[in-house]
């Protein structure tokens, strides 16, 4: 059951990278961004309702203000993601995003936190991973400074978006992935003192919370609509970041295999970029998937190792 369940998570974030892409990418619309943080918290809000209701998981005000600093966390990398999927290539902006675990392994060898069983071989292998992962994303940023304006323009133009030379375009995927294992490690620590289940529902009560404030400010502050075709792939985006969140939780919960699901699912961000090939028509140079490839390598490295 392992396989297909980590199957299932590769599938369902991947789409949720794609879609998500979709919903975010327009370059007119300010707060895109928001705007999926609202379908996000819908469902997430109407997940977190199930559980309660019907699973009967226990919650009450203290857990979600214990699980807040890793909530808040979390939140705040996805709204970063989704911000800085306005102004770069679905291709390049998940594998970086991707690259989080790369940080969780730095901050577990500076705490000592890491697997005391990964020694040897296992541990210059676990420092490889790291490296990789760091030379493929600073690469990328190099890559996409250096690139010339008429070959970036070429190779955007059968996708009909186009992209401007930025540091900040790579930099908020880049913010990602620091919020995002600066909760992941967080995390670490808080389902010590909480139980697994509940947090996750804290977690998803939050994000209803602050899509709630979104929605305040989008729509009763700045007047925004919501038109159902612009919206409908925010939503898809939302339920498949719901589905794959919960097929990920049982998969690495059967901890005889482990170690294969993991580096399965860690490399979703490979099917984001051919999702973005053939979806979005994104094209990117040999430069670009090389820079890539030193990426995915480092994850699903990572993944073996469970970081």
């Not at 705007?35 to 309702?49: D, E, Q, R, S, T």
């Not at 999927?85 to 902006?93: D, K």
């Not at 760091?134 to 955007?156: I, Y």
């Not at 898809?236 to 993991?262: L, P």
Request: charged share 15%; proline share 2%.
């Amino acid at each position: 059951m392992w396989f297909w369940l980590s199957l299932a998570a590769l599938l369902f974030w991947s789409g949720s990278d794609l879609f998500s892409k979709i919903g975010c990418r327009s370059q007119s619309d300010r707060y895109s961004h928001l705007k999926m943080v609202m379908a996000v918290g819908v469902v997430m809000g109407l997940h977190a309702a199930y559980e309660i209701f019907v699973g009967g998981v226990e919650i009450n005000f203290q857990i979600i203000l214990t699980y807040l600093p890793v909530s808040a966390l979390y939140i705040l990398s996805m709204a970063m993601g989704y911000l800085g999927l306005r102004f770069i290539e679905l291709s390049i902006s998940s594998p970086i995003c991707n690259s989080s675990g790369a940080l969780v392994a730095v901050l577990c060898l500076l705490t000592g936190g890491l697997d005391a069983e990964i020694q040897g071989l296992s541990r210059m292998l676990v420092l490889a991973a790291v490296a990789l992962v760091c030379v493929g994303v600073v690469g990328l940023g190099v890559v996409e400074s250096r690139e010339d304006d008429a070959l970036r323009h070429a190779r955007q133009e059968k996708s009909n978006y186009f992209y401007t030379k930025s540091w900040v375009a790579i930099l908020l995927p880049v913010i990602y992935c620091l919020l995002d294992a600066l909760g992941t490690f967080a995390d670490s620590r808080v389902l010590e003192v909480l139980n697994e289940d509940s947090a996750n529902v804290a977690y998803e009560l939050t994000f209803l919370f602050v899509g709630i404030l979104c929605a305040i400010y989008v729509l009763g502050i700045k007047r925004q609509k919501l038109l159902p075709r612009e919206e409908a792939p925010k939503y898809t985006g939302a339920v498949c970041e719901t589905i794959g969140q919960f097929a990920y939780i049982y998969a690495i919960a059967d901890s005889r295999h482990v170690m294969f699901a993991a580096p399965i699912i860690s490399a979703y961000c490979v099917l984001s970029v051919v999702w973005s090939r053939i979806f979005l028509k994104e094209r990117l140079s040999w430069k670009h998937y090389s820079m890539i490839a030193c990426v995915v390598v480092g994850i699903v490295l990572l993944g073996i190792f469970d970081i």
